[in-house]
């Protein structure tokens, strides 16, 4: 599609194509791989041969590209990158093109009068082959991007084409071959053209971070695209390849800033949900945080990270709120920053702002993990029945996730909905395989239905998993609050504080400890949590 686009209304012969698609000495079945290349290309653009409207054929001579090539008649202010192709064929080399989207999709982002479609909302098109014009009309954009990437030896090529979704006409198409040394800097130069090709105004502040480029390790940047392909994913699965990725692309290149906040990213989350000790999750990203910031003060990613493991780690809810504000300062289109400091604010009880932020991440970024994030903060603001809606329209989109799960357990538990809140409990720590801390919500819901032996027992497993795992002690003084123990609910509270449990964040807002509220004791905790007032 590229060298068609390069000479529009002219033969393109079977000949030439041939020399640029497929090197000399490559062994290929030529007529038969163009054959099929040109028939994919039809289908995705709702052409024919028998009635061509975008490629026609010349029968033993080549194809040309009849559709007009206009300037656009309107100003394009929206649009989307669909998944670039990745033309190795290899579902090895997927996370390549995969990383290439998104970074192509977050330079474009940078520019502040550009409206670009989020990397969830374009990733679902990937594979899917139906008339742009459709997709365009689904995503509300004016314009679309396409294209494909392939990575050979220490080359990277990337082919890309521009079409107008309201006049259904293709207005440029590049292709760049550069090292992979400089892949950074391709990324934004294809943006720019982009951005000057669709008339958009590029501000001084734009043109700033549009410079903010350096040469990076090829090894590095892969083993990073590679992380992000893995900690994309979410699952237990995937966490450990991702760490695994973003430490090599540490080891490869250590002035890499970006890798040290996936980093920190990925331990924060783990840290959060349980499977590592406050130490090894939210303190090691803190301090990954800081290395990313020495390296690059200017990257919103590693503001975001340190504001969020500075919360979980320290209880510094001021830091934090500044480290958000500056994250979102230098990109206030980076989706995390907004869902991280809405949570933030709701643990702070400021649930007027944490939905605003909230609303702007779902915005940017329409996924399920955004979704169930909402449901936790209705929740915490003790909107039980929006939480319980929220949680289900998460479920409706991703039946796979154990969080949502968790959430109706807490949920149904409050509403005195104890069959519903067991049998959530039970299906969070199936999808978990076990999760520390979704094995103490279904103890929860045991403890609060008044099935004391059952709940004892989840007692009992935590502390045998506990020689093995890290469980937090946050999470097993809620079961014994539940159970009317208050001794013992305090002894864990007191206990996670010291060991700076993330749930600790809770504390101010957890509708589960209600009933200790008064207590001198909860207020002392409170006091030492430094909430702001």
Same mark, same amino acid.
Request: hydrophobic share 40%.
């Given at each position: 599609?590229?060298?068609?686009?390069?000479?529009?209304?002219?033969?393109?012969?079977?000949?030439?194509?041939?020399?640029?698609?497929?090197?000399?000495?490559?062994?290929?079945?030529?007529?038969?791989?163009?054959?099929?290349?040109?028939?994919?290309?039809?289908?995705?653009?709702?052409?024919?041969?028998?009635?061509?409207?975008?490629?026609?054929?010349?029968?033993?001579?080549?194809?040309?590209?009849?559709?007009?090539?206009?300037?656009?008649?309107?100003?394009?202010?929206?649009?989307?990158?669909?998944?670039?192709?990745?033309?190795?064929?290899?579902?090895?080399?997927?996370?390549?093109?995969?990383?290439?989207?998104?970074?192509?999709?977050?330079?474009?982002?940078?520019?502040?009068?550009?409206?670009?479609?989020?990397?969830?909302?374009?990733?679902?098109?990937?594979?899917?082959?139906?008339?742009?014009?459709?997709?365009?009309?689904?995503?509300?954009?004016?314009?679309?991007?396409?294209?494909?990437?392939?990575?050979?030896?220490?080359?990277?090529?990337?082919?890309?084409?521009?079409?107008?979704?309201?006049?259904?006409?293709?207005?440029?198409?590049?292709?760049?071959?550069?090292?992979?040394?400089?892949?950074?800097?391709?990324?934004?130069?294809?943006?720019?053209?982009?951005?000057?090709?669709?008339?958009?105004?590029?501000?001084?502040?734009?043109?700033?971070?549009?410079?903010?480029?350096?040469?990076?390790?090829?090894?590095?940047?892969?083993?990073?695209?590679?992380?992000?392909?893995?900690?994309?994913?979410?699952?237990?699965?995937?966490?450990?390849?991702?760490?695994?990725?973003?430490?090599?692309?540490?080891?490869?290149?250590?002035?890499?800033?970006?890798?040290?906040?996936?980093?920190?990213?990925?331990?924060?989350?783990?840290?959060?949900?349980?499977?590592?000790?406050?130490?090894?999750?939210?303190?090691?990203?803190?301090?990954?945080?800081?290395?990313?910031?020495?390296?690059?003060?200017?990257?919103?990613?590693?503001?975001?990270?340190?504001?969020?493991?500075?919360?979980?780690?320290?209880?510094?809810?001021?830091?934090?709120?500044?480290?958000?504000?500056?994250?979102?300062?230098?990109?206030?289109?980076?989706?995390?920053?907004? =869902?991280?400091? #809405?949570?933030?604010? *709701?643990?702070? !009880?400021?649930? /007027? %702002? &944490?939905?605003?932020? @909230?609303?702007? +991440?779902?915005?940017?970024?329409?996924?399920?993990?955004?979704?169930?994030?909402?449901?936790?903060?209705?929740?915490?603001?003790?909107?039980?029945?929006?939480?319980?809606?929220?949680?289900?329209?998460?479920?409706?989109?991703?039946?796979?996730?154990?969080?949502?799960?968790?959430?109706?357990?807490?949920?149904?538990?409050?509403?005195?909905?104890?069959?519903?809140?067991?049998?959530?409990?039970?299906?969070?720590?199936?999808?978990?395989?076990?999760?520390?801390?979704?094995?103490?919500?279904?103890?929860?819901?045991?403890?609060?239905?008044?099935?004391?032996?059952?709940?004892?027992?989840?007692?009992?497993?935590?502390?045998?998993?506990?020689?093995?795992?890290?469980?937090?002690? =946050?999470?097993? #003084?809620?079961?014994? *609050?539940?159970? !009317?123990?208050? /001794? %013992? &609910?305090?002894?864990? @509270?007191?206990? +996670?504080?010291?060991?700076?449990?993330?749930?600790?964040?809770?504390?101010?807002?957890?509708?589960?400890?209600?009933?200790?509220?008064?207590?001198?004791?909860?207020?002392?905790?409170?006091?030492?949590?430094?909430?702001?007032?």
């Amino acid at each position: 599609m590229a060298i068609l686009l390069e000479h529009p209304g002219e033969v393109v012969t079977r000949e030439d194509l041939q020399k640029r698609l497929w090197p000399e000495g490559t062994f290929v079945d030529f007529e038969q791989g163009l054959n099929a290349a040109v028939k994919r290309l039809r289908e995705v653009l709702g052409d024919s041969a028998e009635t061509p409207r975008y490629i026609e054929t010349l029968p033993r001579r080549g194809y040309r590209f009849i559709a007009r090539m206009n300037a656009s008649p309107r100003q394009i202010e929206s649009l989307v990158v669909l998944p670039l192709e990745n033309l190795s064929h290899d579902p090895e080399q997927d996370y390549f093109a995969e990383g290439m989207t998104e970074a192509l999709i977050t330079t474009l982002a940078k520019i502040g009068a550009l409206r670009v479609v989020s990397r969830t909302s374009a990733m679902r098109y990937k594979g899917v082959h139906r008339p742009l014009r459709e997709i365009a009309q689904e995503l509300r954009v004016d314009g679309i991007i396409e294209g494909a990437v392939l990575r050979s030896g220490d080359r990277v090529r990337i082919s890309v084409q521009l079409l107008d979704a309201h006049t259904d006409t293709y207005l440029w198409a590049e292709s760049y071959d550069r090292d992979r040394r400089n892949v950074l800097a391709l990324q934004s130069e294809v943006a720019q053209a982009i951005a000057r090709e669709i008339r958009v105004k590029l501000t001084p502040v734009d043109q700033a971070r549009f410079a903010e480029v350096r040469p990076v390790e090829p090894e590095a940047y892969e083993a990073y695209l590679k992380g992000l392909y893995h900690l994309n994913r979410r699952s237990t699965q995937a966490f450990p390849k991702a760490i695994q990725c973003f430490q090599h692309a540490m080891e490869k290149d250590s002035t890499y800033a970006a890798a040290y906040a996936g980093l920190a990213d990925c331990l924060s989350v783990l840290g959060w949900w349980g499977f590592v000790s406050p130490d090894e999750g939210c303190g090691m990203a803190k301090r990954l945080a800081l290395q990313a910031l020495e390296r690059d003060p200017s990257l919103a990613e590693a503001h975001a990270s340190l504001a969020w493991a500075t919360m979980l780690y320290d209880y510094d809810f001021v830091t934090a709120e500044r480290e958000f504000e500056r994250s979102l300062g230098l990109n206030a289109r980076y989706a995390p920053a907004h =869902y991280w400091f #809405g949570l933030c604010l *709701a643990w702070m !009880g400021r649930y /007027e %702002e &944490a939905y605003t932020e @909230l609303k702007r +991440a779902l915005r940017l970024d329409p996924q399920p993990i955004l979704g169930q994030i909402k449901g936790f903060v209705l929740y915490f603001a003790r909107r039980f029945e929006e939480a319980i809606q929220q949680f289900e329209s998460v479920l409706e989109m991703d039946s796979s996730l154990a969080q949502p799960h968790w959430g109706l357990c807490a949920v149904y538990a409050q509403k005195s909905l104890y069959e519903r809140a067991i049998a959530a409990g039970q299906k969070a720590v199936e999808l978990s395989e076990g999760g520390t801390l979704f094995v103490a919500i279904l103890g929860e819901a045991y403890a609060i239905a008044g099935r004391r032996g059952e709940a004892e027992n989840i007692l009992d497993q935590l502390q045998d998993s506990s020689k093995r795992r890290y469980v937090s002690p =946050y999470t097993v #003084g809620r079961i014994y *609050a539940d159970l !009317g123990e208050k /001794e %013992e &609910a305090f002894h864990w @509270l007191e206990t +996670a504080y010291q060991e700076r449990a993330a749930h600790m964040v809770l504390l101010k807002t957890d509708p589960r400890f209600d009933d200790l509220r008064p207590d001198s004791r909860f207020q002392d905790l409170l006091s030492r949590m430094n909430y702001p007032t």
